[in-house]
């Protein structure tokens, strides 16, 4: 009920507008025809006179105030709209804007349930600073997913070396949840498992890096 109420205020409101436009024209007209100077009359009744500069004023007057009068009664609600698309954060001359952030946050809101707006743009800062980095390398892929792998495989990945005693020291310290098994048998489980705790710790520092060479601000509030 409280929808359809306010539906039928907008309504209200938008044929109010119209209706004063509409008649504010009809005024604007009949007042130029009825004015000898604007008459189509002048030519039957022989009188062919050219506008003098008070004409041409006055009729230049009347169009721009009924274009001011039409700006007032449509131009809100455009307004509006583009008001409500604004810029949420820039990346140097790169700017995330309010739908940018709306349509991400949907997108990650379904994988993850938890995740704040702040978390995901935060996301999206980042994202844009790797992806520059990963353009300025010349990197070519089908896809910005497929760029951004390869160049943390380039930048990062390929300088990660796990070694042995590394992954005998995980082992012995968590015992209880490999339930028995040898070393051998989970050696590559505890490797890969490494090789992503420290590639996620340098990718970091390296956004951290990144972030103190640009320009990054962040305007967003709900």
């Known amino acids: 009920m409280r929808f359809r109420t306010v539906n039928s205020e907008k309504l209200k409101v938008n044929n109010r507008r119209k209706i004063i436009t509409t008649l504010f024209l009809k005024s604007l007209l009949t007042s130029l025809c009825q004015r000898e100077e604007f008459c189509p009359s002048l030519v039957k009744r022989g009188k062919r006179r050219f506008f003098n500069q008070y004409h041409i004023d006055r009729f230049f007057f009347l169009f721009y105030l009924l274009l001011f009068t039409f700006i007032l009664l449509f131009a809100p609600s455009v307004l509006h709209a583009e008001i409500r698309d604004r810029v949420v954060a820039f990346v140097d001359n790169t700017a995330i804007t309010l739908s940018d952030l709306e349509i991400k946050y949907a997108e990650t809101l379904k994988a993850t349930p938890n995740i704040t707006k702040e978390e995901v743009l935060n996301t999206m800062v980042n994202r844009t600073l790797l992806l520059r980095e990963a353009k300025r390398f010349r990197l070519e892929a089908p896809s910005e997913e497929e760029q951004l792998k390869e160049y943390i495989d380039l930048k990062i990945r390929a300088f990660i070396r796990i070694r042995d005693q590394a992954i005998a020291d995980f082992y012995q310290q968590h015992l209880i949840d490999f339930q028995g ?27 951290d890096e990144l972030r103190g060479k640009s320009c990054v601000k962040v305007q967003f509030s709900h």
Do not use: A, P, W
Request: hydrophobic fraction near 30%; proline fraction near 0%.
């Open 181 to 207: 098994k040898e070393l051998d048998e989970v050696r590559d489980q505890i490797e890969t498992y490494l090789v992503e705790n420290e590639l996620n710790q340098r990718l970091k520092s390296h956004i």
